[in-house]
């Protein structure tokens, strides 16, 4: 397999990470219903409603995706959409709806995720978590066995998510006491749960953030080299799980600030200086280590510069910062803020994308990134932390 292969694959692989968007924002909705369903029986009935809609929401989501990329291989759109060469457009076609179905599968499977994370058992979905690259290993080591078409190797991933959701969601159903049958039936309840108080933000920030990130691949593919698209592939996929282990961290503190609001003062504090201290010490390591594993991996065959290295630490220390504000600011209102936030920061980052890619290759839209996030998003969201927290402090009688 060669780096051109190589480059397709993990693009086609990692499309569904543009479309956010199919969670409609419904996780934050569901994590804040959970972690409030212990204080009363209304609250735990609101809980399971909302759940159960979210389910059913979720589930004409992922039919709509799936019929999207369908109608897009009818009419031969994947090529001129993904940037690929011709070697590799016939097989789009076809190739890329299949990759995608696991990963519609597991859209309203997802929640289960959302519920274990309000019911405080974070811990259990980052345990099930593992099952996701195990699974991915698997499936690659199988078709790679089965010698098929090269962008259906992309379908690995999609399949490690697909047993992570569904695993999160039996486990999710079990610990609430839930049967499968009061999330699939309409059941009358005495208030409709509002779900898109917040999942309408929810969705907009599920859609800005990450294809802020993400399109970081679709800007190389179009301005710049087929190398530089291979080497930013190497590395962020080694920057990922960085990222994840301060992301996990982070999502641990939702439900107890989503019971606690803005009494929540000193455990931002703590938070955020845990969080940007874990970032910067993840971020050593990740500069350190990233380019002797990425030509362990590759054989010699790609290198990470030392740019694009450290463009990738300072990106993981500004983005594990900015975590403690983003999971205290999860109120309607502050959602709506954060919509707002990174509605600009997916601006700014595109704009800058394009400027540099052409001139710094893969680690262009890095710092672009950067740039984009700590002034769109990491400042103004500790400004607004810090006056929710001191607003709630003079409405508390003396």
Request: charged share 10%; proline share 5%.
């Amino acid at each position: 397999m060669g780096l051109e292969s190589y480059a397709y694959i993990v693009l086609v692989g990692t499309l569904f990470q543009l479309i956010p968007f199919a969670d409609l924002g419904m996780g934050a909705a569901v994590v804040n219903a959970v972690a409030k369903r212990l204080d009363s029986r209304e609250l735990s009935a609101n809980a399971l409603a909302t759940a159960a809609l979210a389910f059913r929401t979720l589930t004409a989501s992922a039919l709509v995706i799936l019929l999207a990329a369908i109608t897009i291989s009818l009419f031969g759109a994947w090529p001129s959409l993904l940037g690929l060469t011709p070697a590799f457009a016939a097989s789009s076609l076809w190739a890329i709806p299949v990759v995608l179905l696991p990963f519609a599968l597991s859209i309203p499977l997802g929640i289960g995720q959302r519920i274990l994370i309000g019911d405080g058992r974070n811990h259990i979905a980052s345990l099930i978590g593992v099952v996701g690259p195990v699974v991915a290993t698997a499936a690659t080591f199988v078709l790679l066995q089965l010698g098929t078409a090269p962008l259906l190797l992309a379908i690995a991933t999609p399949l490690g998510i697909f047993a992570v959701s569904l695993t999160c969601f039996a486990v999710a159903l079990k610990r609430c006491s839930w049967r499968l049958a009061d999330i699939l039936l309409v059941r009358r309840i005495r208030r409709r749960p509002k779900l898109w108080s917040s999942a309408a933000p929810m969705m907009v920030i599920s859609i800005t953030v990450p294809l802020a990130m993400q399109s970081d691949r679709l800007v190389l593919s179009h301005f710049s080299t087929a190398f530089e698209l291979s080497e930013y592939s190497i590395a962020a996929q080694m920057y990922v799980p960085c990222f994840s282990i301060i992301s996990m961290a982070a999502v641990a503190l939702w439900p107890i600030f989503s019971r606690s609001g803005a009494a929540s003062k000193p455990l931002w504090i703590r938070a955020m200086a845990s969080l940007s201290g874990g970032g910067a010490v993840l971020a050593l390591a990740f500069v350190l280590l990233v380019d002797p594993i990425a030509r362990l991996i590759t054989k010699d065959k790609l290198a990470v510069g030392v740019d694009l290295a450290i463009g990738m630490g300072s990106l993981l220390v500004v983005m594990a910062t900015h975590q403690a504000s983003a999971v205290l600011l999860t109120s309607p209102a502050n959602l709506t803020f954060q919509a707002i936030c990174s509605t600009i920061m997916l601006i700014l980052n595109l704009f800058l994308s394009v400027l540099l890619s052409p001139y710094m290759g893969a680690s262009g839209v890095v710092w672009a990134s950067v740039f984009a996030v700590a002034i769109a998003q990491l400042v103004p969201c500790i400004i607004k932390a810090r006056l929710f927290m001191q607003n709630d402090r003079q409405l508390v009688p003396a």
